[in-house]
């Protein structure tokens, strides 16, 4: 029988001051409702009633589910696909930028299917990949020959190996939250960066949206950011956020497959406007954009 977490205190702050701010339905597998709680003081949302880590990979066994699978299948999937090369190269010259070399030792956690290892070992970073999805690391075999190791090394790993950390949207699915912040402290070096992109839901696009916005996706995402609420996190182990950079294209994605939940079907001309207007909401302040890069040093 699988178990569920009910949480009475923040997962970040530790406050009991939670209340309940919406509930959202599992579109991508279950058709489940979960409800999301909110925190007044480090103003974290988090997802209620949630399966223990043991037991929730059946909520990740679809072929809807680009990042494990690779899917071209649905609109919403091949457009994903066709700005990816674009978005892993952005990626590739944000992370030398901020690092200040052109190669080096890198971690990536929850690296799904591999593209952005594959695009680091190109660039002839030293990569170590750990996706915890045994399917997605055989998809990865086959489309990048590239080695992904279970997600359970991450404890093993030396401390201070790696000049870059990243996680793609990783973050909210993981359950051990603070071990994990913890232990990516321990494995940077002393003058590394820690990269770590999540959905904010202070965006606009949320904010249309509400409980149809796509990256609640419950229940696998356990806790949905605010800029707020990582500043807290981050502070609680010691770390220090040194920028913030903008995900434009999430917004768009984010939209189409929200107003898919929404509708039945997407409408391409209402969501295109939507994540514009999300966009131009955020050019005046990233901390209201639909998927944020946080840049973390020790």
Known sequence: MSQHIHYTHCPVCGTADIKNALSAKDYTISGETFAIAECNGCLLRFTQDVPEAA?????????????????????????????????????????????GIQKGSLLDVGSGTGSFVNEMKQADWQVTGLEPDADARAVGK?????????????????????????????????????????????????????????????????????EHWAAYDVPRHLYHFSPQSMQVLME??????????????????????????????????????NGLRSNFKAMGDVKRCSSVIYIISK
Do not use: C
């Not at 929730?56 to 071209?72: A, D, F, G, L, V």
């Open 55 to 99: 037991s929730i990979s059946p909520y990740y066994k679809s072929e809807n589910y680009i990042s494990h699978t690779n899917t071209s299948k649905g609109l919403v999937n091949r457009l994903y696909k066709s700005v990816r090369k674009r978005t892993l190269r952005q990626k590739r010259k944000l992370i030398s930028k901020a690092t």
């Open 142 to 210: 086959q489309l990048y020959n590239i080695d992904l190791a279970d997600v359970s090394q991450l404890y093993q790993l030396h401390s201070s190996s790696y000049d870059a950390i990243t996680m793609w949207h990783v973050l909210e699915h993981v359950h051990d939250l603070q071990g994990y912040v913890a232990q990516l402290k321990l494995l940077l070096k002393e003058n590394g960066k820690l990269f770590i992109a999540v959905p904010n839901y202070t965006s606009k696009d949320a904010a249309i949206y509400k």
């Open 236 to 273: 609680k182990h010691g770390l220090k956020i040194l920028q913030y950079k903008p995900m434009w294209y999430d917004s768009f994605y984010v939209s189409m497959l929200s107003s898919k939940y929404k509708n039945g079907k997407t409408n391409l001309i209402a969501s295109f406007f």
